[in-house]
Antibody, heavy 122, light 111 residues
Framework: QVQLQESGPGLVKPSQTLSLTCTVSGGSIAGDSYYWTWIRQPAGIGLEWIGRISASGSTHYNPSLKSRVSISIDTSKNQFSLKVNSVTATDTAVYYC??????????????WGQGTQVTVSS | DIVMTQSPLSLPVTPGEPASISCRSSQSLLNSNGFHYLDWYLQKPGQSPQVLIYLASTRASGVPDRFSGSGSGTDFTLKISRVEAEDVGVYYCMQALQIPKTFGQGTKVEI
């Protein structure tokens, strides 16, 4: 069964860049049947979809974050990554990586990482 | 963006009794293929979300049959026929029709 694990700094200073990596184990990150996604959850608030990337590098971003967000993939390392530029306190959240798998009529989040807390503070 | 609105936001439940959560979208989630792109997720305490229902009414693999989803257009419902203690957590609806995918605020179910 595929497993996802987020890693990266838990504390980022305002105006700096938040960088996280998701390592996939138990399965290959390659293939056109998957999208690799980042979702975040500020404390006490619901879930916010950040964006996703395919193994071929095709990306989709949330327009509310698009100017500050970049998602990349490294199939040789079975990893994908998230960068958020110019962070502020509002970027403080638990960040999840997740896999979307292609079904006949839809895409479905079938695997999630455990989440990693990122706090933006000086 | 499609706005998702859930109610209630907090739902006290009694084991063995039924429970119901509503989700409304700001526009129809009906795709041209005839499916409604509405998913339900449960986030148990201290865990990541897990899918319960997709395409409005299809139970995901391994999900007990006490969970059911229904609805069409902009109005959807998740029902638990008989609540069990392990069902506590926050339930989210999510529209999967458009990018960005958007979630409801969440409904906290507690015993």
């Amino acid at each position: 069964q595929v497993q996802l694990q987020e890693s990266g700094p838990g504390l980022v200073k305002p105006s700096q860049t938040l960088s996280l990596t998701c390592t996939v184990s138990g399965g290959s990150i390659a293939g056109d049947s998957y999208y690799w996604t980042w979702i975040r959850q500020p404390a006490g608030i619901g879930l916010e979809w950040i964006g996703r990337i395919s193994a071929s590098g095709s990306t989709h971003y949330n327009p509310s974050l698009k100017s500050r967000v970049s998602i990349s993939i490294d199939t040789s390392k079975n990893q994908f990554s998230l960068k958020v530029n110019s962070v502020t306190a509002t970027d403080t959240a638990v960040y999840y990586c997740a896999r979307e798998v292609k079904y006949p009529s839809n895409w479905l989040f079938d695997s999630w990482g455990q989440g990693t807390q990122v706090t933006v503070s000086s | 963006d499609i706005v998702m609105t859930q109610s209630p936001l907090s739902l006290p439940v009694t084991p063995g009794e039924p429970a119901s959560i509503s989700c409304r979208s700001s526009q129809s989630l009906l795709n041209s293929n005839g499916f409604h792109y509405l998913d339900w997720y449960l986030q148990k305490p201290g865990q990541s979300p897990q899918v319960l229902i997709y395409l409005a009414s299809t139970r995901a693999s391994g999900v007990p049959d006490r969970f059911s989803g229904s609805g069409s257009g902009t109005d959807f419902t998740l029902k638990i026929s008989r609540v069990e203690a392990e069902d506590v957590g926050v339930y989210y609806c999510m529209q999967a029709l458009q990018i960005p995918k958007t979630f409801g605020q969440g409904t906290k179910v507690e015993i």
